[in-house]
């Protein structure tokens, strides 16, 4: 035997609130339920709303619960967030301190190594991609070193600036410029 819809609403209420609706799902899911109000059966309605008898049946559920609201598609939840606020404060706080090398066995935090803290602190398992979005989202920002460029002797600076620029065919004719060249760059 069928689910009985709900008492309070009728065949065309339910075909005025499907003219009023934005969403195209809600107003196909309300015409097919019109039509059982109206007296189609319940396969009718499936092939109105294009759909199998089974999902008109939740339909008629989520109706009867909700109403008219409980036919609008809505986002799925997805996964909950592997970090909740004690893990964050937690994060925070190693952060700040920063890593001890005799316990962590790095200088500095790398987020892989951050991984790795979660994953023997808390037995929390976390991926870098996720990790970063989160430290990103707690206000911490990637750093990484500039590179610095090693000191050059101020006098061979000078000796490189006065070489000859030479093509390439010059210098396989004349070897003496390319043995000499090699020698300054040392």
């Not at 065309?12 to 107003?27: D, F, V, Y």
């Not at 009867?64 to 036919?71: T, V």
Request: charged share 30%; aromatic share 4%; proline share 7%.
């Amino acid at each position: 035997m069928p689910i009985p819809l709900r008492t309070d609403f009728d065949a065309a209420q339910l075909r005025a609130l499907a003219r009023q609706s934005k969403h195209a799902g809600q107003a196909r899911r309300l015409l097919a339920l019109a039509a059982v109000y109206a007296g189609a059966t319940r396969a009718e309605a499936a092939q109105i709303g294009g759909v199998t008898r089974q999902i008109v049946r939740d339909w008629v559920i989520k109706f009867n619960a909700q109403g008219p609201d409980g036919l609008i598609d809505r986002k799925a939840p997805g996964q909950p967030p592997r970090l909740n606020d004690r893990l964050r404060a937690a994060l925070a706080a190693a952060l700040e301190s920063g890593p001890i090398p005799a316990i962590h066995g790095v200088v500095r935090w790398r987020i892989i190594d951050l991984c790795q803290w979660l994953w023997e602190e808390f037995r929390v398992g976390i991926a870098k991609q996720t990790l970063s979005r989160e430290l990103r989202a707690m206000g911490f920002r990637r750093l990484s070193a500039r590179p610095r460029i090693m000191p050059r002797p101020p006098g061979r600076l000078r000796i490189l600036k006065k070489l000859p620029r030479h093509s390439g065919r010059h210098r396989a004719r004349q070897g003496r410029c390319r043995g000499r060249h090699r020698d300054l760059v040392r």
